[in-house]
């Protein structure tokens, strides 16, 4: 079953501009992932952020996460056509395993 | 390090055939997971290995399917007898305790 859900399912954008996308989940978790995946390729991680922590930063990507609403946002600024993938939220409680959303689809025009 | 490896990339069989797909982990992970991937249902955890040990295998369709850890450098995910229904991708991952998850190719597999 899925713990986390992206939105939107799919996102198109040029060039230049920020692309945002939001995970919720269900229940309590001790951290929250986020991975790329590109067509026919395997997932790749980008960042992980603690249950105890509000934002965090890893160059063009910001990622956020709000405890109180079970919600986390991955902004990606200034995108560019090789940020076009699927961008997946992926949760864990205590003593489990990753579980992951369906992604979200970002196509990116040049 | 080479990442995970998986094999074969691509699968096609026929249904009623057996199929085993094989993965090697990052050394020195202790945590390997399998996945399933379709369209409709995203990215499914099927089963995970702690220390070779299979701790969690409640995502395992039925009973035609059986995965098994030798030892720590070596797993596999058999289906038998195989159906249509199982055509997917296939990830294999490997892990350390609490940290990243690093994938696989994939094995990409058809059941005609």
């Not at chain 1, 980008?46 to 709000?66: A, F, M, P």
């Not at chain 2, 094999?7 to 399933?36: A, N």
């Not at chain 2, 007898?81 to 058809?110: K, M, N």
Request: charged share 20%.
């Amino acid at each position: 079953s899925q713990q986390g859900e992206e939105d939107p399912q799919a996102l198109s954008i040029q060039e230049g501009e920020n692309a945002t996308m939001n995970c919720s989940y269900k229940t309590s978790i001790n951290n929250l992932q986020w991975y790329r995946q590109n067509s026919g390729r395997g997932l790749v991680h980008l960042i992980l952020i603690r249950s105890n922590e509000r934002e965090k930063h890893s160059g063009r990507l910001r990622v956020t996460l709000d405890t109180s609403k079970k919600s986390s946002s991955l902004l990606i600024t200034a995108s560019r056509a090789a940020d076009t993938a699927s961008y997946f939220c992926a949760t864990s409680q205590a003593g489990t395993a990753l579980i992951f959303g369906k992604g979200t689809t970002l196509s990116v025009s040049s | 390090d080479a990442g995970v490896i998986q094999s074969p990339r691509h699968e096609v069989t026929e249904m009623g055939q057996e199929v085993t797909l094989r993965c090697k982990p990052i050394s020195g992970h202790d945590y390997l997971f399998w996945y399933r991937q379709t369209m409709m249902r995203g990215l499914e955890l099927l089963i995970y290995f702690n220390n070779n040990v299979p701790i969690d295998d409640s995502g395992m369709p039925e009973d035609r399917f059986s995965a098994k850890m030798p030892n720590a450098s070596f797993s596999t995910l058999k289906i038998q007898p195989s159906e249509p229904r199982d055509s997917a991708v296939y990830f294999c991952a490997s892990s350390r305790p609490a940290g990243e998850l690093f994938f696989g190719e994939g094995s990409r597999l058809t059941v005609l």
